[in-house]
């Protein structure tokens, strides 16, 4: 059986939605590695959706807490509010009660990727106040470091992302990830897919 890497996300401007598509491709190009993609339930009600002018979801499924329990690693994306997680993510997140008092996640690896509308708008706060979900979980953390090469020091572009994980800037929602930021993405994908198997039959 393939290893299973979930990409769980949020997305309400579809940036975090495009990241995603690229890291389950990156996930995909590592034989014996598979990448589900999944979206947490939204919180908001239509009419609030509406009115802040956020497009249709995808026709990506929605995932339920306890099936977390079936991935063997993770990737975990969402777009920031003021320099955190989103709280449709953190919702859900609070809602694993249960995988927490029996540690089922615990010892599973798990990246992280953001969009921020920013440049100082929380690419790297809202990566770290995500890890102590992680920590708690006893899930390890993944980042990609400066695996991704000189991509990582390219000073000619605007880019999102950091060492902890890949990312976009959304700007006033018109903005969308560039060529070097889904690199990026997929570069993530592709990494952790290869720990996540190492992992996994190590165990």
């Known amino acids: 059986m393939a290893v299973q890497v979930y990409i769980v996300y949020y997305s309400m401007y579809r940036h975090v939605d ?18 589900k993609l999944w979206q947490v339930p939204e919180t908001l009600p239509e009419e609030v959706l509406g009115k802040m002018r956020a497009p249709p979801k995808s026709d990506v499924p929605i995932i339920t807490p306890n099936e977390l329990s ?4 993770f990737v975990f994306g969402f777009p920031t509010r003021f320099g955190m997680m989103a709280a449709q993510f953190k919702a859900f997140l609070d809602a694993t009660g249960g995988l927490w008092k029996t540690q089922q996640l615990a010892g599973k690896p798990a990246g992280i990727f953001y969009s921020t509308s920013s ?11 995500a890890i102590t979900q992680l920590v708690h979980h006893g899930m390890l953390f993944v980042p990609i470091g400066y695996t991704f090469g000189a991509g990582m020091f390219d000073m000619e572009e605007l880019k999102g992302g950091s060492p902890y994980g890949s990312g976009t800037y959304a700007g006033d929602g018109s903005r ?13 994908g592709k990494y952790i897919a290869s720990i996540t ?7």
Request: net charge negative.
């Open 18 to 35: 495009r990241l995603a598509e690229e890291i389950k491709k990156g996930v995909d190009s590592v034989e014996g590695v598979e990448a």
């Open 70 to 73: 079936e991935a063997d690693g």
């Open 119 to 129: 440049q100082g708008g929380g690419q790297e706060t809202t990566a770290l106040t």
């Open 176 to 188: 969308q990830p560039t060529k070097l930021e889904l690199e990026q993405a997929f570069h993530q």
């Open 197 to 203: 198997k190492k992992l996994k039959e190590a165990a």
